[in-house]
């Protein structure tokens, strides 16, 4: 079944990607062409933080946030 979710920067424009069950968080990120750099993660639409290797779940969204707490974003 082909799903989609929403990815990108948290204070940017968000791409829809779709993805097949069983598609890592990851895997829309390089999908959208978007790196995740050092000193940034992924928070959901719950602002709960995920990892990359987590599955993709169908209409949610993932966006790229910044540790503020390092000074990084």
């Not at 079944?1 to 890592?24: C, H, Q, R, W």
Request: hydrophobic share 30%; charged share 25%.
């Amino acid at each position: 079944m082909i799903n989609k979710a929403y990815v990108g920067p948290f204070d940017g424009e968000l791409k829809t990607i779709p993805f097949n069950d069983g598609d890592s968080i990851q895997s829309l990120f390089d999908k959208a062409n978007l790196t995740i750099k050092e000193g940034q993660f992924i928070n959901d639409e719950d602002s709960d933080e995920v990892s990359l290797s987590d599955e993709a779940e169908a209409d949610q969204t993932y966006y790229i946030v910044g540790n503020f707490k390092q000074g990084s974003y």
